[in-house]
């Protein structure tokens, strides 16, 4: 069982950057693969980024590419979404997510391989 808290959304003009981060309980962290979705209302929830447990491969959406970067630090129990040049369009509830399955370098962008999500964090995109 895990436990996932994000934190670091808020309100930012478009051009602008901001860190999410996500913090993990539990002492199996390093084992979880990580990723990051988001929601609008009316939408279902889509991929953004993922992280393998060992921080080593890393993939994106290609709405982001090049945006965002993912990266995590197990020795703090947490994983991160740098989000940079950042659009209207990536306004959205922003949720972390762990995946118990994958193997130490693997990821996935399929939202019902992933067991536990935190409960989401806004981030509002102004023009």
């Known amino acids: 069982q895990v436990q996932l808290v994000e934190s670091g959304g808020a309100l930012v003009q478009a051009g602008d950057s901001l860190r999410l981060s996500c913090a993990a309980s539990g002492r199996t962290f390093s084992s979880y693969a990580m990723g990051w979705f988001r929601q609008t209302p009316g939408k279902e929830r889509e991929f953004v980024a993922s992280i393998s447990a060992n921080g080593r491969s890393t993939y994106y959406a290609d709405s982001v590419k090049d945006r965002f970067t993912a990266a995590r630090d197990n020795a703090k129990n947490t994983v991160y979404l740098q989000m940079n040049s950042l659009k209207p369009e990536d306004t959205a509830v922003y949720y972390c997510?762990?995946?118990?399955?994958?193997?130490?370098?693997?990821?996935?962008?399929?939202?019902?391989?992933?067991?536990?999500w935190g409960q989401g964090t806004q981030v509002t995109v102004s023009s």
């Open positions: 997510a762990a995946d118990s399955r994958r193997t130490a370098w693997a990821t996935s962008r399929l939202l019902y391989e992933y067991d536990y």
